[in-house]
């Protein structure tokens, strides 16, 4: 039995009114993400002559990263940019993702005389890939890859079956592309993951990053490998 055989129609759960505000672990959202880079290349400047103090650009083209990335001899004024800052060369695209750590409110703390941001608004959240392609439905992945995946043979994955409202395509969630982003730029959806679900995906978390168990998520990751003629560890976990 794979994972989403197992949740069934109790894999995603329907949000009350106040999801746009009350934000929670597990619960889906759309925001622009990132590719993290495998060659940095940098934007550089193209200085007008124009401009004696040459430190305001408005024109800038692609470098491969050389010696002097993150040590250039002067800084910008406009856009901002220290002698230690590089501006890179990313591509990104809107796309969902689970939130793993919502925003921590932060009280009490007077910092004033420092140049120190300590309030940032950031939240931690795991992207989520698509395992066909939304307007072909062509696969993106063989499916006995995707199989493993819907096994939990994979600590860092977590198969998300497609649903009308929730996800176009059935989808890949990555535990090993976690972003921080700006809370506001967060576009709520009214789901989350089943609550049952989320107890799993906590220990998946958790096995991730320390190893820790047993937990939900191995009771029922070590399940799969049962070929069931009573009553199993899993069937114990549903009821």
Known sequence: MFIDEFFADQFYAKLPLGYHSNFSFGQLFWTHAYYPHENLELWRPLLDPNEPTKTIASAFHITP?????????????????????ELLVIRAKLRPVLLVQPEIPLGGIDNRGYRGRIERRRCLVAQIFGLADTKTGQAQFSASFVDRVRKMEFPQFMFLPQKPGVLEVDSLLRLDELQSVFTPNLRPTQYAVGDELTKVLRGQLAFLLSGT?????????????IKFTILTPCEILRA
């Open 65 to 85: 990263a050389g010696q002097d990335a993150f040590r250039r001899g002067l800084p910008l004024h406009s856009p901002k940019l220290e002698t230690n800052e």
């Open 213 to 225: 168990g047993p937990s939900d998520y191995t009771a029922l990751r070590d399940c799969r490998k």
